[in-house]
């Protein structure tokens, strides 16, 4: 069975720092997907950045970025130049072609010292 | 925004009673799924419809049930509700049945007393 592992619970990073949020996954799926989504306060979830398994180039968005580490089932996300509206749960998320469906991390709360 | 609705935002019951979850895809998407997020815990897939069919179930329990109407909007119904079933439900949409980027709505939070 497929499953996704955040094994920071929470992290804190100091206004304008860069941090870097852990997820791993297991799978024996060759084709598949993996999402970071925020999630405020608010509870609104919120897609951060995707990644297509098949790519290996890893997919950035303004300051956020991964690290796709294929062999190692490695998904880590950076954040550069960290706001305090960064101040979330972050949750890594695996999809694959064959069930849709996600499969999601338990999250890691990341807090933003100003 | 991301164009998908949910009602009602929040839902106070008690126990041993039913309710109905409603959500309405964005406009175009004829994938729905819904997640079930007990506190601080992760989003539990529930169930996937795809233009009215069922199409995937995760762990939903046999007192949940839901449809996808023909107007593609879903109801989730959750009966003989339990104190553990207080969770934030949400409901996704995609564009087809694919691995295309999930939208979600805003949630309705579940309190069960």
């Known amino acids: 069975a497929q499953t996704v592992t955040q094994s920071q619970p929470e992290m804190s990073v100091q206004e304008a720092e860069t941090v870097t949020l852990s997820c791993t996954y297991d799978?024996?799926?060759?084709?598949?997907?993996l999402f970071w989504y925020k999630q405020p306060p608010s509870r609104q979830m919120i897609l951060v950045i995707r990644?297509?398994?098949?790519?290996?180039q890893n997919a950035t968005e303004n300051r956020f970025s991964v690290n796709f580490q294929k062999a190692a089932k490695s998904f880590s996300l950076k954040i550069s130049d960290s706001q305090l509206g960064d101040a979330a749960m972050y949750f890594c998320?695996?999809?694959?072609?064959?069930?849709?469906?996600?499969?999601f991390g338990t999250g890691t709360r990341l807090k933003v010292l100003a | 925004d991301s164009g998908v609705t949910q009602t009602p935002k929040h839902l106070i019951t008690a126990t041993g009673q039913r309710v109905t979850l409603r959500c309405s895809p964005r406009?175009?998407?004829?994938?729905v799924y819904w997640y079930q997020q007990s506190l601080d815990q992760g989003l539990q897939f529930l169930i996937q419809?795809?233009?009215?069919?069922?199409?995937a179930k995760g762990n939903i329990l046999e007192r949940f049930s839901a449809q996808q109407f023909p107007d593609l909007h879903s109801e989730l119904n959750l009966s003989s509700l339990e104190l553990g079933d207080s969770a934030l439900y949400f409901c996704?949409?995609?564009?087809?049945?694919?691995?295309?980027?999930?939208?979600f709505g805003p949630g309705t939070r579940l309190t069960v007393l």
């Open positions: 998320a695996y999809s694959t072609s064959g069930t849709y469906k996600y499969i």
């Open positions: 419809y795809y233009n009215g069919e069922e199409r």
């Open positions: 406009s175009g998407d004829l994938s």
């Open positions: 990644q297509e398994a098949y790519k290996q």
């Open positions: 799978t024996s799926e060759s084709d598949y997907y």
């Open positions: 996704a949409s995609s564009v087809q049945q694919g691995v295309n980027e999930q939208f």
